[in-house]
């Protein structure tokens, strides 16, 4: 069974940095990409950042590209998001997701990456004061 944990969340001041954990069992990352989305109240859910299988792929929503930074640990089988210079827009809830890649066929560059994702974790709460 994969489950999925998301923890590091807060509540800090715009400027501010955190680091969010996404903890991982039952999961490979060599056949699932990780990424992390968000859904601010009243807003659908969004792709934050990517993480692809095996290859080491990253991609990031031009939101939070060149502030925030998804890497992997995988002898602890996390994935991480370090938020740098938070802004206000950045608060909202922060999910952690895997799907399969079958093979290749499904890619951080995917269309409708939150369609593709299998597994969920219940998120962590980030909110940034101004």
């Known amino acids: 069974e994969v489950q999925i944990m998301e923890s590091g969340g807060g509540s800090v001041q715009a400027g501010d940095a955190l680091r969010l954990s996404c903890a991982t069992s039952g999961l490979s990352f060599d056949a699932n990409v990780v990424a992390w989305f968000r859904q601010a109240p009243g807003k659908e859910r969004e792709a934050v950042s990517c993480?692809?299988?095996?290859?080491?792929?990253?991609v990031y929503s031009d939101s939070v590209k060149g502030r925030f930074i998804i890497s992997s640990d995988s002898r602890k089988n996390t994935v991480y998001l370090q938020m740098n210079n938070l802004k206000s827009e950045d608060t909202a809830r922060y999910y952690c997701?895997?799907?399969?890649?079958?093979?290749?066929?499904?890619?951080?560059?995917?269309?409708?990456?939150?369609?593709?994702?299998?597994?969920w974790g219940k998120g962590t709460l980030v909110t940034v004061s101004s």
């Open positions: 993480l692809g299988s095996g290859d080491g792929d990253t």
């Open positions: 997701a895997a799907g399969l890649t079958f093979g290749g066929t499904f890619r951080c560059s995917s269309p409708n990456l939150k369609y593709g994702m299998d597994h």
